[in-house]
């Protein structure tokens, strides 16, 4: 039997991953802090281990007690828009944190490191994203990912170690984080929707996304460890087909029978239009949903009315308060 450590696995993707592995005959370990993920959303049959990938101590102790065939690393904390005000958190969770975990895998010779990067790799203007492009992050988040592919492909070369790096984009789906108001806009709608509030858009809403509903990410994820064909590349996951935050208005009131209304907040320093092509990935792996955005956002919403809104909360750590967006309203030192 296969054994996994899953970094992140109380978290949104890293769930749905456990679960998936779990489903593959894997032993599955999960490790997380619970700062963005909840211990109920860990599926039976996994064991979990509260602490945080930035615990170098802890990080040797798991890899020695469990002998690791594969790492799933999920963990991070991936607000990209609040990551220019929290750089030194950014990077100690984002990027060292993953350092001691590829150096832990090196140590113990595990097969393969599987991590989930993020098209913010790419910077803006490079349309439609592609794998052979040219990286330019534009944001402290971006940068951390970039860094962590980079390492990874450093540490292959140097130590032969193996590793499959994805790109999601704009996940959703069950178990996301509702309550989290710095990032995942249609939790954030839905869950200004069952508080009575209006929805809050940063800019005129023309920005454009490809939402990607969770399947389409974390079953491609689980299952490329098994497929060597994957190993030792980049892969970009999730959605072809890119809407409008104004569209995305719509779609989410229709699955909660509202006409939301809608305040519109000062634009952000922030990508306005991201898609990317998955011609590569869907060669290697295969797979699709098949579910459009109604579909999956009116599975999303079943699942958010069942569960409730969740109260927001402030980030407690901003390092720089200059230019924060409107409507944050968040503390600093």
């Given at each position: 039997?296969?054994?996994?450590?899953?970094?992140?696995?109380?978290?949104?993707?890293?769930?749905?991953?456990?679960?998936?592995?779990?489903?593959?005959?894997?032993?599955?370990?999960?490790?997380?802090?619970?700062?963005?993920?909840?211990?109920?959303?860990?599926?039976?049959?996994?064991?979990?281990?509260?602490?945080?990938?930035?615990?170098?101590?802890?990080?040797?102790?798991?890899?020695?007690?469990?002998?690791?065939?594969?790492?799933?690393?999920?963990?991070?904390?991936?607000?990209?828009?609040?990551?220019?005000?929290?750089?030194?958190?950014?990077?100690?969770?984002?990027?060292?944190?993953?350092?001691?975990?590829?150096?832990?895998?090196?140590?113990?010779?595990?097969?393969?490191?599987?991590?989930?990067?993020?098209?913010?790799?790419?910077?803006?203007?490079?349309?439609?994203?592609?794998?052979?492009?040219?990286?330019?992050?534009?944001?402290?988040?971006?940068?951390?990912?970039?860094?962590?592919?980079?390492?990874?492909?450093?540490?292959?070369?140097?130590?032969?170690?193996?590793?499959?790096?994805?790109?999601?984009?704009?996940?959703?789906?069950?178990?996301?984080?509702?309550?989290?108001?710095?990032?995942?806009?249609?939790?954030?709608?839905?869950?200004?929707?069952?508080q009575g509030k209006p929805l809050t858009i940063f800019g005129d809403g023309s920005q454009t996304r490809a939402f990607s509903y969770i399947d389409d990410v974390a079953i491609p994820i689980a299952r490329s460890v098994s497929m060597e064909q994957a190993y030792n590349q980049v892969f970009n996951i999730g959605a072809d087909q890119p809407y409008t935050v104004n569209e995305l208005v719509k779609v989410v009131g229709k699955c909660f029978q509202v006409?939301?209304?809608?305040?519109?907040?000062?634009?952000?320093?922030?990508?306005?239009?991201?898609?990317?092509?998955?011609?590569?990935?869907?060669?290697?792996?295969?797979?699709?949903?098949?579910?459009?955005?109604?579909?999956?956002?009116?599975?999303?919403?079943?699942?958010?009315?069942?569960?409730?809104?969740?109260?927001?909360?402030?980030?407690?750590?901003?390092?720089?308060?200059?230019?924060?967006?409107?409507?944050?309203?968040?503390?600093?030192?």
């Amino acid at each position: 039997m296969a054994c996994s450590l899953i970094t992140g696995g109380a978290g949104f993707i890293g769930s749905h991953v456990v679960k998936h592995c779990l489903a593959m005959g894997h032993e599955v370990i999960v490790l997380d802090d619970l700062s963005g993920g909840f211990e109920d959303h860990i599926p039976a049959g996994a064991k979990f281990v509260k602490g945080s990938v930035t615990d170098s101590q802890l990080m040797a102790k798991l890899f020695e007690d469990h002998h690791f065939d594969y790492v799933y690393h999920l963990a991070a904390y991936a607000a990209e828009g609040l990551s220019h005000f929290i750089r030194s958190f950014n990077y100690n969770t984002n990027l060292l944190g993953s350092i001691h975990l590829i150096n832990e895998s090196v140590r113990h010779k595990v097969k393969c490191f599987v991590f989930t990067s993020s098209i913010a790799v790419y910077g803006h203007g490079q349309l439609p994203m592609t794998e052979d492009l040219v990286p330019v992050p534009e944001d402290p988040y971006g940068i951390s990912k970039y860094a962590v592919e980079l390492d990874l492909k450093a540490a292959h070369e140097m130590f032969g170690l193996k590793y499959v790096i994805f790109r999601p984009h704009n996940v959703y789906g069950e178990n996301q984080n509702i309550g989290d108001k710095y990032r995942n806009v249609i939790g954030i709608f839905m869950n200004q929707i069952m508080q009575g509030k209006p929805l809050t858009i940063f800019g005129d809403g023309s920005q454009t996304r490809a939402f990607s509903y969770i399947d389409d990410v974390a079953i491609p994820i689980a299952r490329s460890v098994s497929m060597e064909q994957a190993y030792n590349q980049v892969f970009n996951i999730g959605a072809d087909q890119p809407y409008t935050v104004n569209e995305l208005v719509k779609v989410v009131g229709k699955c909660f029978q509202v006409e939301p209304s809608v305040k519109y907040l000062s634009a952000r320093n922030e990508v306005m239009h991201a898609y990317s092509d998955h011609t590569k990935a869907r060669k290697i792996f295969n797979f699709s949903s098949g579910l459009g955005l109604q579909e999956g956002i009116s599975r999303m919403a079943d699942w958010a009315k069942k569960t409730g809104s969740r109260q927001s909360k402030e980030f407690g750590h901003i390092e720089i308060s200059e230019k924060l967006p409107d409507g944050w309203g968040l503390n600093h030192k």
